[in-house]
T-cell receptor
Framework: NAGVMQNPRHLVRRRGQEARLRCSPM?????VYWYRQLPEEGLKFMVY????????ESGMPKERFSAEFPKEGPSILRIQQVVRGDSAAYFC??????????FGPGTRLTVL | AQKVTQAQTEISVVEKEDVTLDCVYE???????LFWYKQPPSGELVFLIR??????QNEISGRYSWNFQKSTSSFNFTITASQVVDSAVYFC??????????????FGKGTKLTVNP
């Protein structure tokens, strides 16, 4: 019974490039959440999605960041034109309806 | 607005000591959920417990126990007879309960626990 899968585990990008982070929820989970953990800060909510729908994006930066959870395939968090301040650990979580969120191992993004 | 405060930034104990991690929360909701997650040095986030606002019974799971007190808005976590493997950052979190808990988690800043041999 596989848990939440995230890939890549580590991603290095140069300033101005695009970063694409993938998340496959646990089997049977239809809700996906993205969180960011910045150095010296706690975990901050970014976006909550269900299949083909964004439910809450109140934590997403207004520019350069987008997320999707298509009918088929993993959820994608996309960061365009990355800057050094985007360096962080990005965690995906999934849950069934009205259920506990279980987290993936995270993607560590480093922007050079 | 919801808020979680973990006043202890770092705690260091010697193996076999008991240790309590404090968590105080703020919410205007009458229905909400409280959580604890563990982040070991390897970096992943491990779910430990979920408690809804209507269930104030304390919970024990092996060496772990949780004390939920609505009167003081606290959800404290105690590790009995700590072990080196308990060394991790522990996060307390809160979510609204309207959707059965399927909403964003609001995290505290975490408490880093170091258990020395």
């Amino acid at each position: 019974n596989a848990g939440v899968m995230q890939n890549p585990r580590h991603l290095v990008r140069r300033r101005g490039q695009e970063a694409r982070l993938r998340c496959s929820p646990m089997k049977g989970h239809s809700h996906v959440y993205w969180y960011r953990q910045l150095p010296e800060e706690g975990l901050k909510f970014m976006v909550y999605l269900q299949k083909e729908n964004i439910i809450d994006e109140s934590g997403m930066p207004k520019e350069r960041f987008s997320a999707e959870f298509p009918k088929e395939g993993p959820s994608i968090l996309r960061i365009q034109q990355v800057v050094r301040g985007d360096s962080a650990a990005y965690f995906c979580a999934s849950s069934p309806p009205a259920g506990t969120q279980y987290f993936g191992p995270g993607t560590r993004l480093t922007v050079l | 607005a919801q808020k979680v405060t973990q006043a202890q930034t770092e705690i260091s104990v010697v193996e076999k000591e008991d240790v309590t991690l404090d968590c105080v929360y703020e919410t205007r909701d009458t229905t909400y959920y409280l959580f604890w997650y563990k982040q070991p040095p390897s970096g992943e986030l491990v779910f430990l417990i979920r408690r809804n606002s209507f269930d104030e019974q304390n919970e024990i799971s092996g060496r772990y126990s949780w004390n939920f007190q609505k009167s003081t808005s606290s959800f404290n976590f105690t590790i009995t007879a700590s072990q080196v493997v308990d060394s991790a950052v522990y996060f307390c979190a809160l979510t609204r309960g309207e959707q059965g808990g399927s909403e964003k988690l609001v995290f505290g800043k975490g408490t880093k626990l170091t258990v020395n041999p």
